[in-house]
């Protein structure tokens, strides 16, 4: 009987699910869209029901498609969204819609671990520099503002630990890559600090247990398997954030490989043999998916997620066109973009439409173009926006480099928008360096079944697993007279912002929107 794999990367926009046989051929692919809500400005959350419910249907859905016998598929692996946390009662319902990693309500709260612990203490432990995306923002939100949710709450988990324990694992366990965006856990010990956690009045109890990435937890339970489609008693194995199993999927396994994700999120990572900490604390230092190693990472708070709201709200022609004729909606607005010059006439996008994480990590920060005249169109705001996220990402690989990270060979990852040549070949021109496109757009599912089969015993080693089943589709080759012109308008984007910043332009904006 052959075997397969399945990777599930349960985003935040959507779950997709994936199917691979061992030469890493995706044989099936399903993929499901859900919602996120915004109750107040700043504000993000999400209903963990429903991405468990869409779990389930889209798993339905991608075994049927594959005309697999369920019993072929010998182990789940999971790729999930990071730092989105839900509240759940000891019979693991949600007490309350999860707090998205997106959500920068918790201002406060970081300047409260400022106060309590300090900047540089907890960034020595925990290798993460403060800020809102971190679960444990969102964990002291919660009692100091809804204590009662705190008070009742068994555990504070993830989507991983919910859908691992609903599929038929015993407890909850959530891997060492998301724990070091919990901001609670020892980057070095790979366990929660328990100072920490003193200082900042958590109950450590209330935490999930960690575990090491392609760790067998359980198997397939009947209940999950009439729900599901996969076979009862098929492995589960412990997973990774999206983006360390997107490191793995993109060979970002040694030095000299970075991977750029333009998901929802975009994140920029690259392998570290040892856990090394940035002299200015803006970068990440982070638990690799590869158990007991390390990876240097930026976060872009939104990604394709800025691309997307384009779509959704200034491309009606190109959506109308799309439906119409089948066609791929950004395949169209791609071609407009194509008509534009490099540096969109003078416009400028400062893409931080769910503040700025890396290496800024300033949570008043938003969304701002610069440079707007009479002769812009939408296609210069679409090109300005695909520039402006990359732009973001060079000022975290041009920190790594700073830092003495050898760049050799950048593996460009991501669906919707983001897969396309033009954005493809924008990154190569504004990084100045060749970019893979893979031949599996989704490395994030595809890490996510390497660990599965990892855990399942198919292969002795990561290196043997990534070497069989990554495929490379095609480099594109930075055009170095475009790269020149990037350079002067990557000053001016740096410029901006640190001008619009440093006059408390963005923070006062925020307050004054809450009415603060």
């Given amino acids: 009987m052959s075997k397969y794999v399945c990777g599930i990367d349960i985003g935040t926009t959507g779950v997709k699910v994936m199917i691979f046989d061992m030469d890493g051929t995706a044989i099936s692919s399903n993929y499901s869209e859900y919602p996120c809500t915004f109750p107040q400005t700043g504000w993000v959350e999400q209903d963990g029901n429903m991405t468990w419910q869409c779990t389930c249907e889209t798993s339905k859905k991608a075994i049927e498609k594959s005309g697999l016998d369920p019993k072929e598929i010998v182990a789940i692996g999971l790729s999930t969204q990071r730092c989105t946390v839900t509240p759940i009662d000891k019979d693991g319902n949600p007490l309350c819609d999860a707090i998205s990693w997106q959500d920068s309500r918790s201002f406060e709260e970081v300047e409260d671990i400022k106060r309590i612990v300090g900047e540089e203490k907890f960034y020595e432990i925990t290798g993460y520099p403060l800020g809102t995306v971190l679960s444990v923002t969102e964990i002291m939100w919660w009692k100091k503002h809804k204590p009662e949710i705190y008070e009742n709450a068994y555990l504070f988990v993830l989507d991983q630990e919910r859908v691992l324990h609903n599929l038929g694992v015993e407890g909850y366990y959530q891997d060492w ?56 008693g098929t492995l589960l194995v412990s997973g990774a954030g999206d983006q360390q199993c997107a490191g793995i999927g993109a060979g970002a396994i040694k030095d000299g490989v970075i991977e750029v994700t333009m998901g929802t999120a975009g994140v920029t990572l690259g392998y570290m043999g040892q856990a090394n900490l940035d002299p200015s604390m803006k970068m990440p230092c982070a638990a690799h998916a590869i158990a007991g190693k390390w990876e240097s990472e930026g976060l872009q708070n939104a990604a394709g997620a800025a691309f997307k709201w384009y779509r959704n709200e200034f491309a009606f022609p190109e959506a109308q066109k799309a439906a119409a004729e089948g066609l791929d909606v950004y ?42 005249n009479l002769g812009h169109g939408r296609a210069d705001m679409a090109r300005a926006i695909l520039e402006g996220v990359t732009f973001e990402a060079r000022e975290i690989i041009d920190r790594m480099i700073s830092n003495g990270m050898a760049v050799n060979e950048i593996c460009l990852s991501g669906g919707g928008g983001s897969k396309g040549a033009v954005w493809c070949q924008i990154q190569a021109d504004i990084y100045g360096k060749p970019c893979t496109s893979l031949d599996v757009e989704e490395a994030t599912t595809l890490g996510a079944a390497i660990l599965a089969a990892l855990g399942a015993g198919l292969f002795d080693d990561v290196e043997q697993a990534v070497d069989k089943m990554l495929k490379r589709k095609k480099v594109y080759e930075p055009n170095m007279e475009n790269h020149a012109l990037y350079n002067k308008y990557f000053e001016l984007y740096k410029k901006s912002y640190q001008a619009l910043s440093s006059a408390g332009i963005y923070e006062d904006l925020v307050k004054t929107a809450l009415n603060k």
Avoid: H
């Fill in 177 to 232: 890559s998301n724990g070091s965006l919990y901001g609670l856990m020892d980057i070095r010990k790979f366990e929660w600090d328990v100072e920490l956690t003193k200082q900042l009045g958590i109950d450590p109890d209330k935490l999930p247990q960690l575990v090491p990435s392609g760790k067998v937890l359980g198997k397939v339970s009947k209940e999950a398997a009439e729900l599901t489609g996969f076979a009862e």
């Fill in 331 to 372: 395949d169209l607005i791609d071609e407009q973009i194509e008509q534009v010059e490099p540096g969109c006439n003078g416009l400028i996008f400062l893409p931080y439409l769910a503040s700025s994480a890396a290496p800024n990590w300033d949570a008043f920060a938003r969304g701002t173009f610069v440079g707007f």
